[in-house]
């Protein structure tokens, strides 16, 4: 059985966080690299420690998997735990240290590998998104719906091209099969602004778990649609950074589904995507 929380005590938790950590550091810390390469601040460690500290006092019996913990501790609790927190306490941290005005704090409640509960932060705007399995998704306390997306051709969305298998990327600049693009930087906010209707398709190469086990459901539950960009499913509970297909609108869904699976128009032969 899933445990009972107080999910408004989590939302004004995160808000103390964002207040007491996360604003005051924004443009002011530095930041150092960690062994894959990301950037990681005093903001990223001291908000998690907070909030795991403040989680394990109301919520003893439940784990946090945390973005800035040693990944064989990561492991080791997908596997033994079969409840427990995942939190990401500062998605978009070149973003946070260059001065550019998006990031997020998302947390989620992981009960037999899938997400039940999932909230995100956005401390600029303050915007609280948040979520429960089969019980819809809500940004403020207004529900977010599913809204129909015009034809592919005409829609904007969010593309990181970075993460991207090359020959997919290239396909995806020489055809554009989209209107336009855009990359915010934060992924925990791209997901919660395509499930408020503020765009219409989300694709990403490698994504982290803690970067969508709030945030995925938030968009499921907003009506969205979501695979890996091969058409498989999306794996909730595995450490493995996984790509992303996603749109509110799951006719939208269909309309990128047919057009990955066609040849390219330069070549004829297959190519991997994901």
Known sequence: MTPEVDQQWIGKLLRTCAERFTLPGFHTVSAS????????????????????????????????LGEEMDPAEQARLLQEADVLWCLDPLDGTSNFVAGVPIFGISLALLHGGQSVLGWVYDPVRAELFSAARGGGARVDGTPLRTRQAPELRQCVGVVDYKRLHRPLALRLIDERPFHSQ??????????????AGRYHFYLHGAQQLWDR????????????????LTGDSLDENALQPSSILATLDPRLHQSWTRWLEQPPSSQKQPFDLC
Do not use: H
Request: hydrophobic share 45%; glycine share 8%; aromatic share 8%.
């Open 33 to 64: 690299r960690k062994p894959d390469g990301s950037v990681v601040t005093s903001v990223d460690i001291n908000s998690q420690n907070f909030l795991q500290d403040m989680l394990a006092a109301r919520y003893p019996d439940i784990p946090l």
């Open 182 to 195: 855009r990359n915010f930087g934060a992924s925990v906010l791209e997901w919660c602004w395509l499930a």
């Open 213 to 228: 086990a709030a945030g995925a459901l938030i968009l499921r539950e907003a009506g969205g649609r979501i695979t890996r």
